[in-house]
């Protein structure tokens, strides 16, 4: 090969080369001008048109059950007990006498004071005959009835000591074990036994702040209890009128019929508060919340682009959420394909209409 030749074939390769080149410049300019134009067009994604539903306002949590009325019952004085007029386990009425302490010191006492409130009423009636023909002064007949009033308040305080050495039932129930026998000596501190009334029973438990405004007096509770597997019907018997700081929760006690014994004090159960129902409740899927700097936000479908709309959240249930502010039935909100979403992007949008059935929190 002569140099005139070499010349040419070089210059072949040279003009191929940049041929070659131009083309892949000119497919890559044609793909990204191609996709510039994919990325322009609205963004396939899915909707729902929200419609106003039923929503069973329902608060799940767990409670402890207590006596209706509970007291120990203790001495009001010290002695040697005498009588035990009940049985363990049974049922007493209220004023019926359980133990009985001697008192026969007291009752000496008694009726020494009951012969001399006797004497003194005698000398008073006399006192009384002789003021009437001044046969004796206003002074003497005032000493006379001031002694007998005297007498009268001891033998109160006589009688008030005797009933401290009598324990009665404060009120109806079930007594439990006793802690004393015949014989024993009793001081305030000595415990006889324990009274509850347990029909009805009291159930107490908390449910978080954001329900203080809305639970109040005769809301319907179902407790269940795990050990009977039965449900129990019962009412909101009392609220507490301040939102504990420490767990920010409010605490409410409810009451239940307990006519069989079935739920026992002490135990713990599921309960189910049955708030008002809400009729045009807002629902929507809780993943379609978008976490932003200040709450949450939803994206709507508006003039064919998603518009971040915020919203104020409420009940909770398993799978969804209820929109108290920022939304409102009509809207479409869009539920999937929305993780690349920015605001005022062109969407197109599969819409799928919300359900209308009740939903149970």
Do not use: W
């Not at 410049?25 to 191609?34: A, D, I, T, V, W």
């Not at 009423?121 to 003021?131: A, G, N, T």
């Not at 308040?153 to 109806?172: G, H, V």
């Not at 518009?307 to 209820?322: L, M």
Request: hydrophobic content about 35%; proline content about 4%; charged content about 25%.
């Amino acid at each position: 090969m002569n140099k005139k030749q070499g010349n040419i074939l070089y210059i072949f390769l040279f003009i191929s080369c940049m041929l070659f080149y131009s083309c892949g410049n000119k497919k890559k300019s044609e793909e990204k001008s191609q996709s510039a134009q994919g990325a322009k067009g609205p963004v396939p994604v899915e909707g729902m048109v929200l419609v106003a539903r039923s929503l069973s306002n329902e608060v799940r949590t767990s409670g402890t059950v207590m006596a209706f009325e509970e007291v120990e019952l203790h001495p009001e004085t010290s002695g040697r007990v005498t009588k035990i007029l009940f049985t363990e386990g049974s049922k007493v009425n209220k004023g019926d006498l359980l133990i009985k302490i001697n008192d026969e010191d007291l009752q000496a006492q008694l009726g020494k004071t009951v012969s001399q409130i006797k004497l003194s009423e005698e000398q008073l009636k006399r006192q009384d005959q002789l003021l009437k023909i001044s046969a004796t002064s206003q002074q003497e007949y005032d000493i006379t009835a001031n002694q007998l009033s005297s007498l009268k308040a001891d033998a109160d305080i006589i009688r008030s000591s005797i009933n401290k050495t009598e324990i009665r039932a404060p009120f109806k129930g079930t007594i439990g074990l006793r802690y004393v026998s015949e014989g024993s000596y009793v001081t305030p501190a000595s415990q006889i036994a324990a009274i509850q009334n347990i029909d009805p029973v009291k159930i107490d438990f908390s449910v978080p702040e954001k329900y203080s405004s809305t639970v109040k007096k005769g809301d319907v509770v179902v407790l269940t209890n795990d050990e009977s597997g039965k449900d129990f019907k019962g009412k909101v018997y009392a609220v507490e009128p301040k939102i504990d700081e420490g767990t920010r929760t409010l605490k409410i006690r409810a009451i239940c019929e307990n006519n069989n014994g079935e739920i026992v004090p002490g135990s713990f159960v599921k309960v189910v508060l049955q708030l008002d129902e809400i009729n045009d409740a807002l629902l929507v899927p809780t993943q379609v919340l978008i976490p932003v700097l200040k709450g949450q936000n939803i994206y709507v479908a508006r003039n064919g682009a998603a518009q971040a709309v915020p919203v104020k959240t409420g009940i909770r249930t398993d799978s969804e959420i209820q929109i108290t502010e920022g939304l409102q039935a009509g809207d479409t909100i869009l539920t999937k394909g929305i993780i690349s979403l920015k605001p005022n992007t062109p969407v197109n949008v599969k819409v799928k209409s919300s359900s209308d059935k009740t939903i149970k929190n």
